[in-house]
Nanobody, 127 residues
Framework: QVRLVESGGGSVHTGGSLRLSCVES??????????MGWFRQAPGKEREGVAI???????TYADSVKGRFTISQDNAKNTLYLQMDSLKSEDTAMYYC???????????????????WGQGTQVTVST
């Protein structure tokens, strides 16, 4: 079973930064996910894709975070990161790490197509 454990959430003011981490375990030498990514879900909203990175290093971002968020991966540490800069109140949400995230029409796939999830870490942005 693939397991994803997240950390790095917290509370910041508008314009601040946070870096989320997701430690991956449960992989074998015969399996690795095609892509890894981050989703978020705000109160009263549906879960939405934020960013993904595939095995070739190609990244895809939601329009709402382009230019502010950066997804990356340290393969030696089995860790996925999401660097979040210039945070806005609209970024307040529970953020989830995900494995095996496809693209649909060049965009991040809906959550129903994701195979593995982390437990979530809360990000709160306030003035």
């Amino acid at each position: 079973q693939v397991r994803l454990v997240e950390s790095g959430g917290g509370s910041v003011h508008t314009g601040g930064s946070l870096r989320l981490s997701c430690v991956e375990s449960g992989y074998t030498n015969t399996y690795t996910p095609y892509s890894m990514g981050w989703f978020r879900q705000a109160p009263g909203k549906e879960r939405e894709g934020v960013a993904i990175i595939d095995s070739d290093g190609v990244t895809t971002y939601a329009d709402s975070v382009k230019g502010r968020f950066t997804i990356s991966q340290d393969n030696a540490k089995n860790t996925l990161y999401l660097q979040m800069d210039s945070l806005k109140s609209e970024d307040t949400a529970m953020y989830y790490c995900a494995a095996d995230v496809p693209r649909v029409g060049g965009e991040i796939a809906p959550p129903s197509l994701v195979n593995f999830w982390g437990q979530g870490t809360q990000v709160t942005v306030s003035t």
